[in-house]
Antibody
């Protein structure tokens, strides 16, 4: 199972751009979805967006106007940018990837999470 | 897209079985075979415990099982143990190729 290591700025001011990167390390069987998910403090999970194996990117409609995801295949890294942040974007941000084993069994690996706080 | 509906909390005694429901609509749970369930302990990242409605990833206890009927998916935990106390989330792929999570259910082991 792959391991994900994520990093990025943890403190932002309103109107700034959130930028996070997630590196995929370890043996990768067949990764076919790469996701960003966030969780505001004390609240539930919110899906932000996803790369799929066809190189298509899908975003949460409520965030689509402010989000850009990208994938650097040479570095095996994928990134998230969220523009014009407000206090409502304060959350732990996770990267995650789905894999499929040769047996057809699926698994999912998650990054360690990055707390991003938006405050003036 | 609206969050899937889960009960806010459930509780059970060790050894019991309990079920957590996850209700959506025709564009998500009702129209998708890609329903997943997650377990999250405080301060930890979520852990996938079921995918494709009822399949378990390698290493996940067979005490966790899943099903779906119409617009409602269900997670059943049998032989409840103290370490099962956690937050549980469902998730569904949608007909718009997006994903949506449930609001989460806090499981308390009495």
């Amino acid at each position: 199972q792959v391991q994900l290591q994520q990093w990025g700025a943890g403190l932002l001011k309103p109107s700034e751009t959130l930028s996070l990167t997630c590196a995929v390390n370890g043996e990768s069987r067949t990764g076919f979805y790469w996701d960003w998910i966030r969780q505001p403090p004390g609240k539930g999970l919110e899906w932000i967006g996803e790369f799929n194996h066809s190189a298509t990117i899908n975003y949460n409609p409520s965030l689509k106007s402010r989000v850009t995801m990208s994938f650097d295949t040479s570095k095996n890294q994928f990134s998230l940018k969220l523009r014009s942040v407000t206090a409502a974007d304060t959350a732990v941000y996770y990267c995650a990837t789905w894999e499929v084993a040769t047996t057809g069994t699926k698994s999912q690996s998650w990054g360690q999470g990055t707390l991003v706080t938006v405050s003036s | 897209q609206s969050a899937l509906t889960q009960p806010a909390s459930v509780s059970g005694s060790p050894g019991q079985s309990l079920t957590i429901s996850c209700t959506g609509g025709s564009s998500d749970v009702g129209g998708s075979k890609f329903v997943s369930w997650y377990q999250q302990h405080p301060g930890k990242a979520p852990k996938l415990i079921l995918y494709d409605v009822s399949s378990r990833p390698s290493g996940v206890s067979n005490r966790f099982s899943g099903s779906k009927s119409g617009y409602t998916a269900s997670l059943t935990i049998s032989g409840l143990q103290a370490e099962d106390e956690a937050e549980y989330y469902c998730s569904s792929f949608t007909t718009s190729d997006t994903r949506v999570f449930g609001g989460g259910t806090k499981l308390t082991v009495l």
